[in-house]
């Protein structure tokens, strides 16, 4: 935010330097961020009398004036179109040198010798102004140096503004910190003015619809008035805030607005129907021009201010086209209103629409100054417009606000701070920032703050409010009482670490993408047919279409990065990614999140060299990583098993990842489809996903080291034929579990189906590695222990022995 320091100095009396000034408030948290002096170099410009006006001899568009400096009289030519004898103008004298004009010097401008120069705001640095010479007031002495008429040289603070300190958005705000700093008096604008109009109520009404949107609007009416430039006074600190300067009624409101803080709305009275005023949501799909010529279009969720008929606003951010000041209007209804700021927050980012007035909204306004902002408007309009102002104001307040009160310990303050402040001394500082002070016993203070200070809710704000006053750098420096030792980390935390090292073990590189995506993303992850929008967590307010719903599987995010890098010539991919999935449940409000393990690999597994031959990536390349995770966190032995239509993946190749009786995870080959979708439809990709809160609940074993076996191995073929609804890995589990603990290791070598085979049927062959860690097994013990195996196949998967 800019303000001028001769703006501050009107509500606070300050002696000291703008360098001093400005560290001050930064000590205080208001940054100044820059400070630059305006009106500097006019030393040789001063104030003169325009004598006499003769037409240029030579040119149609000038004028000779003959001016008095009080030392003597001179010809200016100059071309103005606002000159007039009698009029005090601000004059370069020869020898001048201005940052917009450059040097000045006695010339000859067609044929007529000219003394100096005549100046335009702009010319000064003051506004952007270059339709006419400034006019000097009429008490300008001839002679006199124009920085002095004006209060020259100023200064211009830009300040920045954290979003916890809307109080602070307006020069009364700064000025309210300085006093409180310096122990001054804070001045207050006038808002008196005179009541000339009819009674209020009989030429306006008000209706709230929506008391949760709009907690408080009040409006006053100012009829008779005469539209014309405001003073340069006023567009002088318009434009050094960098606000353009309209017309004096506009100019009036964006005023109020950097004066106090409170944002206003002038509306032409003739043009609201019925002249009146309702204040309700817009209907969801409508569309509305506001002030920029812009036709937008409006949800449900948009706040509106309408007339009778129809919209003239959107609520808290930008007037309508329809409603607007022109350069006919006479009779004007002033707005000022108290909006809820999450509202106008939303419909703001919603229309992508920032304005002076939501950037105070969204962040919170003095509710209870809604009044006092509207007769300081109604005072300036009238004085600077005319016009009779109708008696009384519209005020709709269904519900006033009650200031909350905090309690503040002192103990507690100083605890926090490291200091020794007695209670008196910590009162004097709230209370020097318009707070209501109560002493509570016991050390402890009631405080009840303003309701312009929307950031005070809990004790510690009111610490904060203390360390401010009493000065950052007088707050002795203390180290912090440290318990010793650290806690364990979580499971989670643990299982996280692991699952990074060994993935970044495997050669995979881990990836973080945004958790939002697009609906069409999980559209196409589940394919035609299917409603992934049931599960899916909506967003209120998204930053695009394309991040609107919350992500329910972390593929896309994978498939999106393997995309762009595919699109740059990098087709060998292998990327993980640890984070959370969303989905709507029916037990309560809030979604249920989820974390889980999300792998994606594409390319070639193995490269051609002299000794192997090219291969792709495949299912059981990765079918492998995910094995060699599960054992590394200690899984138990996982069974993978046929998925039923997986979103995302190829039906006939992929897998439920299962544990005892938990499916904890899918694998597979994407869906041609999907590669389709992301235009890879000539590669392959494979992945997994593993849900880590269902790993969390099994019991992970630690490691179990074994020393190296003292006793020979035996092994055993089995060659048996089954169903083919019969898995490989159920025949595995029978092996494992008929042999105990002398089966060391089962491999399954052969699959075989078709020639030779019965319809229906196919061949297993496995190899089984038997070893005793006490002994050595002889044939008797082998056989006896590997027809047990072959038996207990025969009982549980309904397979025979294959002859032959």
């Not at 702009?122 to 010479?133: N, V």
């Not at 700064?174 to 109009?197: F, H, V």
């Not at 409508?286 to 129809?310: K, P, Q, V, W, Y």
């Amino acid at each position: 935010m800019k303000v001028c320091l001769s703006w501050l100095k009107e509500y606070v009396d300050i002696d000291m330097s703008p360098e001093a000034l400005s560290e001050a408030l930064t000590m205080v948290g208001l940054e100044v961020e820059g400070l630059e002096p305006v009106g500097s170099g006019l030393e040789r410009v001063v104030a003169a009398r325009i004598e006499s006006l003769e037409k240029h001899p030579n040119a149609d568009r000038l004028a000779l004036c003959r001016v008095n400096t009080g030392a003597g009289t001179h010809t200016v030519v100059c071309g103005a179109p606002n000159l007039r004898e009698g009029m005090r103008v601000p004059l370069a004298c020869p020898g001048a040198d201005l940052p917009g004009v450059g040097a000045v010097s006695e010339t000859e401008i067609r044929g007529v010798a000219s003394w100096g120069m005549l100046l335009a705001e702009d010319e000064m640095g003051l506004t952007d102004d270059h339709s006419g010479i400034l006019e000097l007031p009429e008490g300008a002495t001839p002679g006199l140096g124009v920085a002095e008429v004006l209060g020259l040289p100023d200064w211009t603070l830009e300040i920045g503004l954290t979003p916890n300190r809307p109080d602070c958005a307006c020069v009364l705000g700064i000025a309210r910190e300085i006093a409180a700093l310096t122990g001054r008096r804070l001045k207050q604008p006038p808002i008196d003015y005179r009541e000339q109009g009819p009674e209020i109520h009989r030429r306006a009404g008000v209706e709230i619809r929506d008391p949760v949107g709009c907690p408080r609007y009040a409006a006053g009416l100012v009829q008779g008035v005469r539209l014309s430039p405001s003073p340069f006074w006023m567009r002088y600190r318009l434009h050094q805030s960098g606000v353009r300067s309209i017309n004096n009624v506009v100019d009036v409101t964006n005023y109020v607005l950097l004066e106090m803080g409170q944002p206003l709305h002038a509306f032409d009275y003739d043009r609201l129907r019925r002249n009146r005023i309702v204040v309700q949501r817009a209907e969801d799909g409508s569309r509305f021009t506001t002030l920029d010529g812009r036709t937008r279009d409006l949800d449900g969720e948009t706040l509106m201010i309408c007339d009778a008929e129809r919209p003239v606003a959107l609520a808290g951010i930008m007037g309508g086209l329809n409603s607007e000041i022109f350069a006919g209007s006479e009779n004007v209804l002033v707005e000022s209103a108290y909006f809820d700021p999450v509202t106008i927050r939303r419909a703001s980012k919603r229309l992508g629409l920032s304005t002076e007035a939501s950037y105070r909204f969204e962040r919170g306004v003095d509710i209870e100054g809604v009044t006092r902002a509207l007769r300081r408007s109604l005072h300036l309009i009238s004085s600077l417009a005319g016009g009779a102002v109708a008696r009384g104001l519209i005020d709709e307040y269904p519900e006033p606000f009650s200031r909350p009160t905090v309690v503040l310990r002192v103990e507690r303050a100083n605890q926090l701070l490291g200091t020794e402040l007695g209670e008196e001394k910590i009162r004097k500082y709230l209370e020097a920032l318009e707070m209501d002070v109560e002493s509570g016993g016991r050390g402890q203070l009631q405080v009840r703050p303003p309701a312009f200070r929307v950031d005070i809710t809990r004790e510690v704000d009111l610490v904060e409010e203390v360390a401010r006053m009493e000065g950052y750098q007088k707050i002795p420096v203390t180290f912090p009482r440290l318990r010793g030792g650290a806690g364990p980390l979580s499971r989670d935390l643990v299982l996280r670490d692991r699952v990074r090292a060994a993935m970044v073990g495997f050669g995979f590189s881990e990836i973080i993408t945004y958790s939002f995506v697009s609906p069409e993303a999980l559209d196409i992850l589940h394919g035609p047919g299917q409603d992934p929008s049931t599960e899916a967590v909506k967003l209120l307010n998204p930053l695009s279409s394309e991040q609107s719903v919350m992500r329910t599987s972390l593929l896309p995010g994978l498939l999106a990065a393997m995309k762009n890098n595919a699109l740059r010539g990098e087709k060998e991919i292998k990327i993980f990614e640890w984070g959370k999935v969303f989905r709507v449940t029916a037990e309560g409000p809030l979604p249920e999140e989820r974390p889980f393990l999300g792998v994606l690999m594409m390319g070639v597994f193995q490269r051609k060299a002299w000794y192997n031959t090219l291969r792709a990536v495949d299912f059981y390349d990765m079918k492998g990583v995910a094995e060699a995770i599960l054992q590394e966190i200690g899984v138990g032995e996982a069974v993978f098993r046929k998925a039923q239509d997986p979103p995302g993946y190829r039906p006939e190749v992929s897998a439920e990842i299962v544990v005892g009786e938990s499916q904890i995870g899918l694998l597979g080959q994407v869906a041609p489809r999907v590669m389709e979708a992301y235009e890879l439809e000539k590669e392959s990709a494979f992945a997994f996903e593993l849900d880590v809160e269902a790993l969390l609940g099994l019991d992970l074993a630690g490691k179990v080291y074994r020393p190296v076996a003292k006793y020979p191995a035996v092994y055993r073929d089995i060659s048996i034929v089954v169903a083919d609804s019969v898995e490989s890995a159920a025949v595995w589990r029978v092996i494992r579990e008929a042999g105990g603990d002398l089966v060391e290791s089962v491999e399954l070598f052969d699959s075989f189906s078709g020639r030779g085979m019965e319809p229906g049927q196919k061949a297993l062959g496995f190899r089984v590695c038997y070893r005793s860690q006490s002994h050595t097994l002889d044939g008797v013990e082998v056989n006896r222990l590997h027809e047990h195996v072959i038996d207990r196949i025969r009982e549980q998967t309904g397979g025979r022995l294959r002859e032959g």
